[in-house]
Every structure is written in C-alpha cells, then in structure tokens.
C-alpha cells in the first residue's frame, strides 16, 4: 500500500467525480502542473488504486426503467462449478453485475428490464434456467443515491 498525501486524495475525489478531467484541468485546480499531475495519476494507477475508467450509462434513459438486486442461491453445489455459473449469468445482457457473496444466498446480481413483465421474463427464461440456479429473492431499486467512497 502506498502512501496518500492530501493531494492524491483531492485528485482521486475530482477523479471519482468526473473520470474526464484532464491532467491540466486538474492541476490548475490543485495548483499542480500538468506533467506533475499526469505523474501522480499514472502513480495511482501503476499501483492500482485506480483500476480503470468507466462509462456510467443511464439504463432508464436507455429504455430500461426497472432495476432489480436478485440474490441467487445455488441449487446443487458441488455439482456445478462457480465458474460454470459465473460465465453463464455473465452471458445475460440485463445482468449488469455479478458478486458472489457470503450469506443467504450465494450470488448478487443487479438485473435491468424495460418493466417489471421484462423482468419476469429475463428471471423465467434465461436466470432460472442456468445451471445450478436454485432459491432467488428479488428486491427492486426504489431509488439510488451515489456516495462519493472511502474517501469522503
């Protein structure tokens, strides 16, 4: 683990903000030249406390107006491999995530769907029809609010 002064902090939270600033825009902000701050970002990311740079697509803007949290238990374990189960649901387009976890049940999936009755169709046809799929619970996304992380 590497050593974080206060000025990584404040670029990783513009950073987490908007993913696109430029190291210029950036170091003007933090009074920081631009090779100074491009050094830092690359230091962060050679480290791997930046592991990428991801596009946020808004589902509901883009037809899909339901999201569903699924937590999967596994029918038959030790019968079906996780990877087995993993590549499968990945496999999904409405499946956005994948986390296995430790609790009730034994997958997370955060599931997208035009409406509920797409919903029930993505779980019917393609969710329960996996191999090893066993006991689900579906919660629904009321709504959402982003938290800005660990860093404050």
Same mark, same amino acid.
């Given at each position: 683990m590497i050593e974080l002064d206060e000025i990584d902090r404040r670029l990783l939270r513009a950073l987490q903000q908007d993913a696109t600033?430029?190291?210029g825009a950036l170091g003007r902000r933090f009074g920081l030249s631009q090779p100074a701050t491009w050094r830092r970002i690359r230091r962060l990311e050679e480290t791997g406390i930046i592991t990428g740079r991801?596009?946020?697509?808004?589902? =509901?803007a883009l037809g899909?107006? +339901?999201t569903v949290f699924l937590g999967v238990k596994l029918g038959r374990k030790g019968q079906i491999?996780?990877?087995d189960? =993993?590549?499968a649901v990945s496999a999904i387009p409405e499946v956005q995530t $994948?986390?296995? $976890?430790?609790?009730l049940y034994d997958y997370r999936l955060r599931v997208v769907a035009r409406d509920l009755s797409d919903f =029930?169709? +993505?779980?019917?046809?393609?969710?329960?029809?996996?191999?090893?799929?066993?006991? +689900? =619970?579906?919660? +629904?996304?009321?709504s959402e609010e982003r938290m800005p992380g660990p860093l404050g």
């Open positions: 600033q430029s190291a991801r596009l946020r697509l808004n589902a =509901e899909f107006g +339901v491999s996780l990877e189960f =993993e590549r $994948v986390e296995h $976890v430790l609790g =029930e169709r +993505v779980l019917r046809r393609r969710i329960m029809t996996l191999p090893g799929a066993g006991d +689900v =619970e579906a919660n +629904v996304l009321l």
